[in-house]
């Protein structure tokens, strides 16, 4: 694959050939200078790129006239905004009271050492993001994770973790 928009190495670089950045430009420019446009312009690049690397924010701040630390600050703010490449598939780890009080440490420990990655990290083959979470509210099935929309609960028999996965390849 010869695409010029990203590099060949897997850290997700983004340079200014992309045809994305063009986009953006476009919708910038569409929208009234006089209003807040900060939270409208990072919610568009991130669904655009998929995340906001500084890259992008740079180009919002030179484009917007809004200073790159401020783009950062709300940027890193707001859960909605991701800075790092997240995986096509999220899973979250309950680590309420319930799930931890019946092992979701242990689930969070198991899906690190399959997936190969620390938590709030994402495999190097783009599949997966691994996060600790609040109570995800399925407390009488804890310990219990998130895949996505997918519930999996009563995993205090971490055997399941690696078929569980499966499911998503």
Do not use: W
């Not at 010869?2 to 190495?9: F, V």
């Not at 790159?68 to 979250?92: D, M, N, W």
């Not at 050492?113 to 495999?123: D, Q, R, W, Y």
Request: glycine share 8%; aromatic share 8%.
């Amino acid at each position: 694959m010869n695409d010029q928009s990203t590099c060949a190495c897997s850290c997700g670089c983004i340079t200014a050939e992309d045809p994305r950045f063009a986009e953006l430009k476009s919708y910038i420019d569409s929208l009234d200078q006089n209003q807040g446009i900060t939270m409208p312009v990072l919610q568009e690049a991130q669904r655009s790129f998929g995340y906001l690397p500084l890259e992008v924010q740079k180009f919002i701040s030179e484009n917007t006239g809004v200073p790159l630390a401020e783009i950062y600050g709300v940027a890193t703010f707001y859960s909605q905004f991701a800075i790092e490449p997240k995986g096509r598939h999220h899973i979250g780890v309950c680590m309420g009271t319930a799930c931890y009080v019946k092992g979701s440490q242990k689930v969070l420990d198991k899906l690190a050492e399959e997936l190969k990655i620390k938590v709030g990290c994402t495999t190097a083959d783009g599949r997966f993001t691994l996060e600790a979470t609040r109570c995800l509210g399925c407390c009488g099935l804890a310990p219990c994770i998130m895949i996505d929309d997918d519930v999996f609960g009563k995993l205090d028999d971490i055997s399941r973790i690696p078929d569980i996965l499966g499911k998503y390849e």
